[in-house]
């Protein structure tokens, strides 16, 4: 009998590398997301039973993976699906080698190979159906894909439990109730989609860059999770530039990440950060993913146009050596793509940089009149950025104090009370 702890740090692990091609493998022939997660899971069960006293198997994704479908196939025949479906998932297992004991080889034919890249892609295309709210698509592509617990994800999104499971639970039952194919959608149909599932990997992505709310700064789970989805897109639909854009974008965001923070947790603006403490591996990882994206015809695509801001950033070797008039092109081009006032934003802290504060800030104030931007607290962060540089200290304080009074992080609360403190007291008012 092997070391039962030890088992079961094994089984965790290869249920986070194979849980998703498990669903996805399960789902194709099921087609039911909601039932393909309940006998993945059954066949976790199994292995928290069988592993610690049977010993880890030679293939132990395989094994969950045959599991699985046998539970699918006895599923299936419970509800006396039509002859001939019977005789090809037969034929399915059979090819997979089906034997649900620890000492197989190897359940995966080589043949078979292909269709897990495509059940994989298949699901990836369902959790981020556009049906779905984008919280939704969230929570469910992070249980389905990430192999995170509920538990985990509402930790992650500070956010109840209950909160969660209900939301993964909607979520399945709308996919069911729909009747969403479990499929990649084709031709005019794949684009819009595959926005969709690139805006739920780029929204994991951004909660665990920058948290909204709550104590920590940043959640670099969560930019792992959504790295991890992003390499898996690449190897899956590798003739999409922009799912190459979004990775490039991510690796390369992702690679200042040990530089966000001093040993005191404080937040350290770009500016600010010790360039000697980015990932080189990851800015290299993100250089050739952008030349990639490139190179497939993407330079214009927004994921690729904000990974090449990015990695102007990434190419200087300090702050001073940046390449700001081609920020500013760059963004240019983005609001072309991608108009926003978030954009606009951020084109105007560029510009403030090449041309000097005054001419950001009149590009700036304008922003204050757009109601999409109404609780955004970067927006006033920005323009007290800009006014001190300009020497009007006091509207620079006030700018400040409305920023931190908007943010719902905590880290983000105090650099902003701290820059508003550093400006001095308010002055007296006159009687």
């Not at 249980?143 to 992650?156: M, P, V, Y």
């Not at 999770?225 to 690796?251: F, S, W």
């Not at 040990?258 to 990932?279: F, H, I, K, N, Y």
Request: aromatic share 4%; charged share 25%; net charge negative.
């Amino acid at each position: 009998m092997s070391d039962p702890t030890a088992t079961h740090r094994a089984i965790e692990a290869v249920w986070r590398i194979e849980s998703a091609r498990i669903v996805a493998g399960v789902a194709r022939m099921v087609r039911d997301l909601g039932l393909a997660e309940e006998l993945a899971q059954d066949a976790l069960v199994a292995a928290l039973e069988h592993w610690p006293v049977d010993g880890i198997p030679r293939n132990p994704g395989a094994w969950l993976m045959t599991a699985a479908k046998h539970g699918a196939l006895d599923r299936l025949r419970q509800h006396k699906m039509h002859e001939r479906k019977h005789d090809e998932l037969g034929a399915d297992l059979s090819a997979l080698q089906a034997d649900v004991t620890p000492d197989f080889v190897d359940a995966l034919d080589a043949a078979r190979q292909d269709d897990i890249g495509d059940d994989l892609l298949r699901l990836i295309f369902t959790a981020c159906h556009p049906l779905l709210s984008p919280e939704a698509r969230v929570a469910l592509t992070l249980r389905l894909l990430g192999g995170l617990s509920t538990d985990q994800i509402a930790r992650a999104f500070l956010q109840p439990e209950a909160t969660i499971a209900q939301r993964i639970v909607r979520a399945k039952r709308t996919l069911s109730t729909a009747g969403v194919p479990f499929e990649v959608p084709r031709g005019a149909e794949r684009q819009p989609r595959l926005a969709s599932v690139l805006e739920v990997v780029y929204l994991i992505f951004n909660e665990g860059y920058a948290a909204t709310a709550g104590d920590d700064w940043m959640r670099p789970s969560l930019c792992d999770e959504a790295l991890r989805l992003g390499r898996t897109l690449t190897g899956i639909a590798p003739d999409e530039p922009e799912v190459h854009g979004l990775l490039a974008l991510m690796e390369l965001q992702a690679s200042r990440i040990a530089a966000r923070t001093d040993t005191s947790g404080r937040p350290v603006l770009l500016l600010e950060q010790d360039r000697s403490r980015w990932d080189p591996l990851l800015v290299h990882r993100g250089l050739e993913a952008l030349a990639r994206a490139e190179a497939l015809g993407g330079a214009d695509g927004p994921y690729a146009l904000q990974a090449a801001l990015a990695a102007c950033h990434a190419r200087a070797a300090t702050a001073e050596a940046t390449d700001w008039p081609r920020i500013v092109s760059l963004y240019d081009r983005l609001l072309v793509v991608s108009s926003s006032p978030v954009v606009a934003l951020n084109r105007a802290v560029a510009v403030g940089m090449a041309r000097g504060p005054a001419a950001a800030l009149a590009l700036v104030d304008p922003l204050l009149q757009d109601g999409a931007l109404a609780g955004y607290p970067w927006l006033h962060s920005v323009r007290g950025d800009l006014l001190e540089k300009l020497g009007r200290r006091d509207s620079a304080r006030a700018a400040f104090e409305q920023a931190a009074g908007l943010t719902r992080n905590a880290r983000d609360r105090a650099l902003l009370l701290e820059r508003a403190r550093a400006l001095g007291p308010v002055p007296p008012t006159a009687n």
